[in-house]
C-alpha cells in the first residue's frame, strides 16, 4: 500500500511563486521517474515536468524557464517550484510517481500512484 500525498496549492496572483509538494508513504522500495501533471476544466491532463532517479529533468515548453521540478529520494519526495505564474497555469496539479514496492522477500513489482490533486489559481 502506498500513496502520494500533495501540497502547496492556492491562490496566487499573476507574476507571483508557489511551490508544491507530494511526499510518497508506505511500502517502498524505490521510486523511477516522479513527475507534475496539471489538468484545465475542459481540457486533457497534461504534463508539466517529470523527473528521473537519477535526476534527469523533463519540461513542457509552456513552463520552461518558470517551473524548477526537484526531488529528496531520501525523503521520497518531488517539488515543483513555479515562478513567474500567469492565469493560464491554473489548473488541478497532479503528481505522479513509478514505485517499487518492498515486501516481506525484498523488492516486488512496480506500481504507478497518482496523487489527490491540489488546485493552483493564477488571478490576472
Known amino acids: 500500500q502506498v500513496e502520494l500525498v500533495e501540497s502547496g496549492g492556492g491562490l496566487v496572483q499573476a507574476g507571483g511563486s508557489l511551490r508544491l509538494s507530494c511526499a510518497a508513504s508506505g511500502s517502498i522500495f524505490s521510486i523511477n521517474d516522479m513527475g507534475w501533471y496539471r489538468q484545465s476544466p475542459g481540457k486533457q491532463r497534461e504534463m508539466v515536468a517529470t523527473?528521473?532517479?537519477?535526476?534527469?529533468?523533463y519540461y513542457a515548453d509552456s513552463v520552461k524557464g518558470r517551473f524548477t521540478i526537484s526531488r529528496d529520494n531520501a525523503k521520497n519526495t518531488v517539488y515543483l517550484q513555479m515562478t513567474s505564474l500567469k492565469p493560464e497555469d491554473t489548473a488541478v496539479y497532479y503528481c505522479?510517481?513509478?514505485?517499487?514496492?518492498?515486501?516481506?522477500?525484498?523488492?516486488?513489482?512496480?506500481?504507478?500512484?497518482w496523487g489527490q490533486g491540489t488546485q493552483v489559481t493564477v488571478s490576472s
Open positions: 523527473i528521473t532517479s537519477g535526476g534527469s529533468m
Open positions: 505522479n510517481a513509478d514505485i517499487l514496492i518492498k515486501t516481506m522477500l525484498g523488492p516486488g513489482g512496480f506500481v504507478d500512484r
